[in-house]
């Protein structure tokens, strides 16, 4: 049982250049969760899927898109990376939206837009 | 204002002292109140979960929340160097609502010297 797993750990990108960063849980979980982390700043939420087949804004989404392919992957795509976009991106799942589930973490991805 | 303030930190104790962290929170209604460690360059576990207010226990870890005073801390008896890590407080509403989304404090990092 991996749990949540990322991809990649790390990147560097070109301002304006493009990529995905992919997230998956094999613990059957309905919700899963994009967050970056920002030195002196915790956890900000930009996207999330309460289930398959649906994708809501959290905080901070623009210059993001999000993909819930399946019920076990949830991508984070930038189109045209800046480097405000350099952070710590999570990703993590829970059980159900609703209920006494708690959230469960990926190990991250550490971006750097130079 | 942010809706939850956690004391900023850092903070560094002798082993064995006790550890109290706290937060604050501006939003009455939340009900789920949770402290999640963070070791370096990791991603977040769950380490304490309470329903409502009321203290709750595991170990040398006890979390106490006060609605009251929209008050919730964490004590970590006999700190041991390997508490050393951030711990993020984490809030969120009642059952089924918000699609479960969680609010967190900016985190304070620990430091357990031997």
């Known amino acids: 049982n991996a749990g949540v797993t990322q991809t990649p750990k790390f990147q560097v990108l070109k301002t304006g250049q493009s990529m995905t960063l992919q997230c998956a849980q094999d613990m059957n979980h309905n919700s899963m969760y994009w967050y970056r982390q920002d030195p002196g700043m915790g956890l900000r939420l930009i996207y999330y899927s309460a289930s398959e087949g649906t994708t809501d804004k959290g905080e901070v989404p623009n210059g993001y898109n999000v993909s819930r392919l399946n019920k076990r992957e949830f991508s984070l795509r930038l189109e045209s990376a800046a480097p405000s976009q350099t952070s710590v991106y999570f990703c993590?799942?829970?059980?159900?939206?609703?209920?006494?589930?708690?959230?469960?973490f990926g190990p991250g991805t550490r971006l750097t837009v130079t | 204002q942010k809706e939850v303030e956690q004391d900023p930190g850092p903070l560094s104790v002798p082993e064995g002292a006790i550890v109290s962290l706290n937060c604050t929170y501006s939003n009455s209604a939340f009900q789920y109140f949770m402290w999640y460690r963070q070791y370096s360059r990791k991603g977040p576990e769950l380490l304490m979960y309470?329903?409502?207010?009321g203290n709750k226990e595991d170990g040398r870890f006890t979390a106490q929340v006060d609605k009251s005073s929209k008050y919730i801390s964490l004590f970590i008896r006999d700190s041991q160097p390997s508490d050393s890590a951030t711990y993020l407080c984490?809030?969120?509403?009642?059952?089924?609502?918000?699609?479960?989304?969680?609010?967190f404090g900016d985190g304070t990092t620990l430091t357990v010297k031997p």
């Open positions: 309470t329903y409502s207010s």
């Open positions: 984490a809030m969120r509403l009642s059952y089924n609502t918000n699609a479960g989304k969680s609010t």
């Open positions: 993590a799942s829970r059980a159900s939206a609703g209920g006494r589930y708690e959230q469960y």
